[in-house]
DNA sequence: TTAAAATATTAGACAGTGTTCAGTTAACCG
DNA sequence: CGGTTAACTGAACACTGTCTAATATTTTAA
């Protein structure tokens, strides 16, 4: 029925972003659907096609829901923390995937054909995260070697990143890694034993 | 219709994964399809579910069919180095899965159900490729440290993975990272230097 | 030789999915 | 009042994985 008691566009697209992310987290990418979207917000499939424009950029704006989440959880798990920040950092790390699963995995479990191209609202919030480790491993480096932060950063957040993934996928648990944190942590010391 | 030229189930399954894999490696995980590789063996889908059961069954044994040919990859690939195996080894792991982006990807993309095992002879297959690495970072370690070798390997096994990962996803390109495998190689190099 | 059992295979129904779009409803504006 | 515009629907389409009753052939046993 057309607009009886209507939504402005705007205000949908956020309803169905935020029920998107209430059922991705809970059901996870692979058993996702934009038709449980609708139902879950009362309204037609079509909707959110009209809105969405498609099911790629849906699960885009999920994910980019999700990236400010952790962005957020990052930033205030770091507020105040003096000593050891950069632990501090691969810890909140990993309690976000494992808080939220469902929702980190479909960061990763989702691609854009790979003729497409990322959006830039949404590069911009990875880049987001990545600015606060780069600048965390920044502040833990010598004055010297500061200019190499932005190098040491991303290939830390892969390493961390490749121990969150084994440790979510159970690849550590099959091969009896027991301390998957501490693992992470280790290589991440390795790497600034470099400097000094 | 009945069994006029018909193959045995063994030979069938045989078929089925060698098709399954090609397709996978063509469309990825997320295009692939059962239906798709029923047509191209030019059986009906109902065969694929009486021969592997179930559709997860049918993307395992593909995936274990990759899992074959990455260790058989990385033991020829590593036949007759002499110097710095380790380096070897990390470039067979990127030119892999850049080689076999859709099957390797695959490897990652499909999970079980949460309350469902990994079948053993997957388990093992998981476990040669990890015991070859391990092997190799024991003898790259000092004697005196070689039973930190399964819990190192592990731990540079998920780096590395996390610099592919972040290679063949985009994220490193969106990063401006220009040199993946030399980050990978770096962060390798200093988790050695702990030990000497 | 013949009947029974085992095997290989199919057809088709079922309940889902993403996608599209012509059409409907209601509010607003001149 | 009539026309424009924005919001919204729902049916149709071409797929998907899944299951099962039925069928055709071969093997086995009596």
Redesign the interface.
């Known amino acids: 029925m057309g607009r009886r008691s209507d939504h402005t566009r705007e205000q949908l697209r956020e309803m169905i972003i935020a029920a998107g992310h209430r059922e991705m987290a809970e059901a996870g990418y692979?058993r996702f659907s934009a038709r449980q979207v609708a139902k879950t917000i009362g309204y037609a499939i079509g909707t959110i096609y009209n809105v969405l424009g498609s099911y790629d950029q849906l699960v885009l704006a999920i994910n980019g829901r999700t990236l400010d989440l952790w962005c957020d959880y990052l930033g205030s798990r770091l507020a105040g923390v003096n000593d050891d920040r950069l632990r501090a950092a691969i810890d909140a790390y990993f309690e976000f995937a494992i808080l939220n699963r469902n929702a980190w995995g479909a960061l990763?479990?989702f691609?854009l054909p790979p003729d497409e191209a990322?959006p830039e609202y949404y590069?911009a919030k990875?880049?987001a995260i990545?600015d606060l480790v780069v600048q965390e491993v920044a502040s833990a480096l010598p004055p010297a070697h500061i200019g190499e932060a932005?190098?040491l950063a991303?290939?830390?957040?892969?390493?961390?990143?490749?121990?969150c993934?084994?440790t979510l996928?159970?690849?550590?648990q099959?091969?009896?890694?027991g301390d998957?944190l501490g693992?992470?942590l280790?290589?991440v010391r390795?790497?600034m034993?470099?400097f000094g």
Chains 1, 2 share one sequence.
Not at 169 to 172: D, I, K, L, P
Not at 174 to 177: I, N, V
């Open positions: 692979a990763y479990d691609r990322l590069a990875v880049t990545t932005p190098a991303r290939s830390l957040l892969a390493s961390v990143h490749g121990h993934v084994f996928n159970g690849t550590f099959l091969l009896g890694e998957p693992a992470a280790a290589r390795d790497a034993a470099r």
